[in-house]
């Protein structure tokens, strides 16, 4: 029953979220801020992950194929293409559960713990439109463009760590992942990451919200935050593939 209950207020709260911002200045502004904070802070650790994604990627690849009947070029090809379908959405993802759903948790439980969230609702301010739509807005913009990031550089380290290595020639490399890109797959790669940025910022945004009235509460919700995402993460990215993939 518990677990109706909490949806049902998740989508209340969505409903209270997406709503006309009272003033559209503000609502720039802070939207602004939140690319900064969701998108700009997070582009170190997501480019040494996709780097070592890649590198990781080519050398495992690499020693499996043992065989002089496989052309080396299919090293580009499986390493370009799990990149793009798997790696770089699931995994980046995961690693902004983490930062940033933490983050969102952490700022709005110590403003649910503050009384500053009830502050606004006196005021006769809209606290959920205020606070949580900009950030939702935000991840949907900012994540989806570090995961194209994250996918360059994870196919840059695999192309560079396979020349250093001797594990396949950047020529070689390059000429399988281009052989056998398709678009759909970075198409499926973007619906993924898109449910991915919705599900990290909405549900973060639900437990600090609704934290309760300490401290620990407050780090409570924070790991809640990065608990219920990760797998809500990894749960729709089984549903989309079973969907979406012939």
């Given at each position: 029953?518990?677990?109706?209950?909490?949806?049902?207020?998740?989508?209340?709260?969505?409903?209270?979220?997406?709503?006309?911002?009272?003033?559209?200045?503000?609502?720039?502004?802070?939207?602004?801020?939140?690319?900064?904070?969701?998108?700009?802070?997070s582009?170190?650790?997501?480019?040494?992950?996709?780097?070592?994604?890649?590198?990781?990627?080519?050398?495992?690849?690499?020693?499996?194929?043992?065989?002089?009947?496989?052309?080396?070029?299919?090293?580009?090809?499986?390493?370009?293409?799990?990149?793009?379908?798997?790696?770089?959405?699931?995994?980046?993802?995961?690693?902004?559960?983490?930062?940033?759903?933490?983050?969102?948790?952490?700022?709005?439980?110590?403003?649910?713990?503050?009384?500053?969230?009830?502050?606004?609702?006196?005021?006769?301010?809209?606290?959920?439109?205020?606070?949580?739509?900009?950030?939702?807005?935000?991840?949907?913009?900012?994540?989806?463009?570090?995961?194209?990031?994250?996918?360059?550089?994870?196919?840059?380290?695999?192309?560079?760590?396979?020349?250093?290595?001797?594990?396949?020639?950047?020529?070689?490399?390059?000429?399988?992942?281009?052989g056998?890109?398709?678009?759909?797959?970075?198409?499926?790669?973007?619906?993924?990451?898109?449910?991915?940025?919705?599900?990290?910022?909405?549900?973060?945004?639900y437990?600090?919200?609704?934290?309760?009235?300490?401290?620990?509460?407050?780090?409570?919700?924070?790991?809640?935050?990065?608990?219920?995402?990760?797998?809500?993460?990894?749960?729709?990215?089984?549903?989309?593939?079973?969907?979406?993939?012939?």
């Amino acid at each position: 029953m518990n677990l109706f209950s909490a949806f049902g207020s998740y989508l209340i709260l969505l409903n209270k979220t997406f709503t006309r911002p009272e003033k559209g200045k503000v609502f720039w502004q802070r939207l602004l801020f939140e690319c900064n904070a969701i998108g700009v802070e997070s582009l170190g650790i997501v480019a040494i992950i996709s780097l070592f994604i890649g590198a990781v990627s080519t050398i495992n690849t690499a020693y499996q194929l043992v065989s002089n009947l496989v052309q080396k070029s299919i090293i580009g090809a499986i390493v370009s293409d799990t990149t793009i379908l798997e790696f770089s959405p699931t995994i980046a993802s995961l690693v902004l559960a983490g930062k940033v759903g933490s983050n969102i948790a952490t700022e709005l439980g110590g403003m649910r713990v503050s009384e500053q969230i009830d502050a606004m609702e006196v005021m006769g301010v809209n606290s959920a439109g205020f606070l949580i739509l900009p950030k939702i807005t935000a991840s949907l913009f900012v994540i989806p463009c570090l995961i194209i990031i994250s996918m360059g550089l994870s196919i840059f380290g695999g192309w560079f760590i396979g020349g250093v290595t001797g594990a396949v020639s950047p020529t070689e490399f390059m000429s399988g992942a281009r052989g056998t890109f398709r678009t759909y797959t970075f198409v499926f790669a973007m619906i993924k990451t898109f449910t991915f940025s919705f599900i990290i910022s909405s549900v973060s945004a639900y437990q600090g919200y609704y934290a309760g009235g300490s401290a620990i509460e407050v780090g409570r919700a924070s790991t809640r935050a990065v608990v219920y995402s990760s797998v809500l993460i990894l749960f729709s990215d089984y549903l989309l593939a079973q969907l979406l993939l012939d």
